[in-house]
């Protein structure tokens, strides 16, 4: 039987399509499906894949469903207990596949297991190793610019990038799949958060190694749609993850860390797109079909919002050490 499928979203990624798929045909584990999703590109990706890569399931949207929508089409497409989503800008080591099944198989509460991202073009360097949240609003990746050789331990992490990591199914029915509106970016924040909330656990696995381009979709590293998105995004997901008393804690917090983000983009020259983002953030808030996607609190959930508030402060702390 096999237990896992490979998720590529892509969305006129060609130029990347061939590493990442050639990668995934050297893997020590055989035994998978591979699943390209395909976000209506108009780059002749769909076309490659099918001549080329002929042992490769192709889901081709008609239009651009952003991230999240393109891997929850994956999602429903794999007929198998676990799914690895991992970017199209990638080229995974050998043993990727393997090592990312055995670890969430050994960890029976593992919503999720992130690998360990190296930057394609600098690969002495640390891309991501698993994702923190701090009580300021400030997502971040753990281990970012550092040495590819630290972070050499299998370690709890608050949420799992989803550009490589894999999720075991049986809690994505619990939890809910990555929501759609969000499009892009924080998705696999909210829903490692969500997965915080009910219970389970999210990992960090450095024996699943990944090479990752970044940015491959979107472009550069700081840019007008990434900036709007991101801040949107984030007060969304505020909103729909903290009950009213986490909110009230949080928010002298909060209004200093979107301050501060406020400040700092001002000064490259991209202070509107943020604000702006922050704005939209608040109207989808508003929308009707949105307000029944806010996680409702429940009083035996209590232990892991306390856990999780004790995680957003030390995560404060260590993102100034």
């Not at 997502?139 to 990038?161: V, W």
């Not at 509106?181 to 958060?193: A, C, I, R």
């Not at 996680?295 to 050490?321: H, M, S, T």
Request: glycine share 8%.
């Amino acid at each position: 039987m096999v237990e896992v499928s490979v998720i590529i979203p892509n969305y006129n990624g060609i130029q990347y399509l061939e590493t990442c798929l050639d990668a995934l045909e050297r893997q020590t584990l055989s035994e998978f499906r591979a699943i390209l999703v395909d976000n209506g590109s108009a780059d002749e990706s769909v076309r490659l894949v099918r001549e080329k890569y002929p042992q490769v399931q192709v889901v081709a949207l008609p239009e651009n469903t952003g991230f999240s929508g393109a891997v929850n089409a994956g999602i429903r497409a794999a007929d198998t207990p676990y799914v690895i989503l991992l970017n199209n800008d990638t080229e995974v080591f050998p043993e990727f596949v393997e090592a990312l099944l055995a670890g969430i198989r050994e960890r029976p509460l593992a919503f999720s297991c992130a690998a360990k991202m190296i930057q394609y073009h600098d690969r002495s360097r640390l891309d991501d190793a698993g994702n923190y949240y701090n009580a300021l609003g400030w997502a971040y990746a753990r281990g970012k610019d550092k040495s590819a050789d630290s972070y050499g331990k299998p370690a709890r992490i608050f949420a799992a990038c989803a550009g490589a990591a894999i999720y075991r199914v049986e809690y994505l029915r619990h939890t809910g799949l990555f929501d759609e509106e969000h499009f892009v970016y924080l998705e696999d924040l909210d829903l490692g958060y969500r997965a915080r909330i009910a219970g389970y656990e999210n990992w960090y696995l450095p024996e699943a190694r990944v090479y990752h381009v970044g940015s491959g979709t979107s472009g550069s590293r700081y840019n007008e749609f990434k900036i709007r998105y991101s801040s949107r995004n984030n007060i969304y997901m505020i909103w729909k993850n903290m009950p009213l008393f986490q909110w009230i804690l949080n928010l002298p917090f909060l209004l200093i860390g979107f301050g501060v983000k406020l400040l700092f983009f001002w000064k490259k020259g991209y202070g509107k797109e943020y604000a702006a983002g922050i704005k939209n953030g608040f109207a989808l808030i508003r929308k009707p079909e949105n307000r029944g996607k806010k996680v409702k609190f429940r009083w035996r959930n209590l232990k892991n919002y306390a856990r999780i508030q004790v995680e957003l402060w030390a995560n404060l702390v260590r993102r100034f050490l």
